[in-house]
């Protein structure tokens, strides 16, 4: 059974860091490039960052600078450091696994909400 379990969301001041961790178990977690996505309310799940099993990372404009994605392959755990947080980045947070061979097989998990408010 694959899960994903996020973690670290929370309220946060504007300027403020957070990070975000997710572990993944049941897959063979070097097969599968991960990414961070949000969906803040109202609004459609937009992509946050991603980064390959070989570990390139890419970003959204709006967060490039700010963020930074890093996996921990020997853990199965991939992390998203939020810094210099904004209001506009309050949002629900999730994490999602795709295998690089059979892109259909892609995994979701729960979510941790992140909320950066004074």
């Known amino acids: 059974q694959v899960q994903l379990v996020e973690s670290g969301g929370g309220l946060v001041q504007p300027g403020g860091s957070l990070r975000l961790s997710c572990a993944a178990s049941?897959?063979?977690?070097?097969?599968?490039?991960m990414g961070w996505y949000r969906q803040a309310p109202g609004k459609q799940r937009e992509l946050v960052a991603v980064i390959t099993s070989g570990g390139t990372s890419n970003y959204a404009d709006s967060v490039k600078g700010r963020f930074t994605i890093s996996r921990d392959n020997a853990k199965n755990a991939v992390n998203l450091q939020l810094n210099s947080l904004k209001p506009e980045d309050t949002a629900v947070y999730y994490c999602k696994a795709t295998n690089i061979y059979f892109r259909f097989h892609e995994y979701w998990g729960q979510g941790t909400p992140v909320n950066v408010s004074s």
């Open positions: 049941g897959i063979t977690f070097n097969l599968y490039d």
